[in-house]
């Protein structure tokens, strides 16, 4: 069985500062792991994906996130937030075909 | 490429009235994929099709629930009769093989 967390409902940080999104995973086998992102009213974009190579994975829009098996997490960063940010993050595992969903961190970027 | 197509974006009905959606998957793809949104249980699985196959419905929540796919470029997801508990965001996505899934944009429904 695999499953995801993410640790923050809720996330808010000022423009031109550090985000960080918390995700842990649980998954019996060497995981795939993506971080999508969601616009108000818009469908779901990727942003990154490991898929067991380099453990720190650069995504669009200045977003990276590093696969840390020992602490079994897959956090989100990026060094300075921008307003156009600010959305609802999913970090996401997959097994074959199938994604499973974390619940999502909404981030807030304030001016 | 016109990335994958949903329609309606918007569909409010009554309880008991069948509702329709449909999602058009891009062109080449032979995975697609029925999600549902909602703030209680978040992004869930439905079902999802490989060559216009079902493989997996386990994630459809009951017999009210129903999703063709004729062909390999138009797929649809039915409920009937539709109930308020079913309103929600329905999104489709597709992909090639296991690779990324794209998401349309998905259906915004509203059962009163």
């Known amino acids: 069985a695999q499953s995801v967390t993410q640790l923050d409902s809720h996330v808010s940080v000022s423009e031109g500062t550090p985000v960080l999104l918390r995700c842990n995973y649980s998954?019996?086998?060497?995981?795939?792991l993506f971080w999508y992102v969601q616009h108000p009213n818009k469908g779901l974009q990727l942003l990154l994906k490991y898929t067991s190579a380099a453990t720190l994975v650069k995504g669009i829009n200045g977003f990276e996130a590093e696969f840390k098996k020992s602490e079994t997490s897959f956090h989100l960063t990026k060094p300075s937030a921008h307003m156009s940010d600010a959305a609802e993050y999913f970090c996401v595992v997959k097994r074959g075909n199938m994604l499973t969903f974390g619940g999502g961190t909404r981030l807030m970027v304030k001016p | 490429d016109a990335g994958v197509i949903q329609s309606p974006r918007h569909e409010v009905t009554e309880m008991g009235q069948e509702v329709t959606l449909r999602c058009k998957p891009i062109?080449?793809?032979?995975?697609l994929f029925w999600y549902r949104q909602t703030m209680m249980r978040g992004l869930e699985l439905l079902i999802y099709?490989?060559?216009?196959?079902?493989?997996?419905d386990s994630g459809m929540p009951e017999d009210r629930f129903s999703a063709k796919m004729p062909n390999a470029s138009f797929s649809t997801l039915k409920i009937q009769p539709s109930e308020p508990r079913d309103s929600a965001v329905y999104f489709c996505a597709s992909s090639f093989r296991d690779h990324e899934q794209f998401f349309g944009p998905g259906t915004r429904l509203t059962v009163l």
């Open positions: 099709f490989n060559n216009n196959v079902p493989i997996d």
């Open positions: 062109s080449g793809h032979d995975y």
């Open positions: 998954s019996s086998y060497s995981p795939s």
